[in-house]
């Protein structure tokens, strides 16, 4: 148990379909990210939010859409999304300042069909 | 941030000491080693970090050389559990979040 809470554990959709994975953490941190782990590649970091504010943004299509409502919790919004998109989304929090460890959830395994 | 070099796989016998190389020739003076882990289809784990010196806790010890050219994770008693993928990232300190760049890091296999 980290802190960090994600769900669903396992998604799966069409490509047609819209889906949001979420993730939720009450370690006081107020900086969030989204990874993805696609099969037998290293973690590929998607998005970062420090204070509510979008920071980072590694060249995701826009069929990947996140949100941050506020500190304690994170959202990616799914849609039109293509089979290559299945793979381990993993969210992760920390303190704001750098220098610090990140807290990362248990992921959510996607499938598109 | 600067690249990480680490040896794809390694062994080690339960009970023994497992130690983790990993190279970073190019890190800045104002840049961290962090060390994560990830066991199988688990998020990564914190494991340590540190800047110059020697660091220590529950889990492991961090050994970085004096020109901070490369250091090694220690894990002093290893057992079946720490079974798992170990990744060495270099970072800055910066205003905003962390950016951890993950690589392939090394795969354990602590054996009995």
């Known amino acids: 148990e980290t802190g960090v809470t994600q769900t669903p554990r396992h998604l799966v959709m069409g490509m047609t379909n819209k889906k949001s994975l979420k993730c939720e953490q009450h370690?006081?941190?107020?900086?969030m990210y989204w990874y993805k782990q696609s099969a037998k590649k290293p973690l590929e970091l998607m998005f970062v939010?420090?204070?509510?504010?979008?920071?980072e943004n590694n060249s995701v299509p826009s069929r990947f859409s996140p949100e941050c409502p506020n500190s304690s919790h994170l959202f990616l919004h799914l849609h039109t999304l293509q089979p290559e998109d299945s793979a381990l989304y993993l969210c992760?929090?920390?303190?704001?300042?750098?220098?610090?460890?990140?807290?990362f959830g248990q992921g959510t395994r996607l499938t598109v069909v | 941030d600067a690249k990480t070099t680490q040896p794809p796989s390694m062994d080690c016998a339960e009970g023994r000491a497992a130690n983790l190389p990993c190279n970073h020739s190019?890190?800045?003076?104002?840049?961290?080693v962090y060390w994560y882990r990830q066991i199988h289809s688990q998020g990564p784990q914190y494991i340590i970090h540190?800047?110059?010196n020697n660091e220590t806790n529950e889990m492991a010890s961090l050994i970085i050389t004096e020109d901070r050219k490369s250091s090694t994770l220690i894990l002093p008693h290893a057992t079946l559990r720490d079974t798992a993928v170990y990744y060495c990232?270099?970072?800055?300190?910066?205003?905003?979040?962390?950016?951890?760049?993950f690589g392939g890091g090394t795969r354990v296999l602590v054996k009995p």
């Open positions: 190019t890190i800045s003076g104002n840049e961290y």
């Open positions: 990232i270099v970072t800055g300190r910066r205003a905003a979040g962390n950016k951890l760049t």
């Open positions: 370690l006081g941190h107020n900086a």
């Open positions: 992760a929090s920390s303190p704001a300042k750098g220098g610090t460890e990140a807290f």
């Open positions: 540190g800047l110059k």
């Open positions: 939010y420090s204070l509510e504010e979008r920071v």
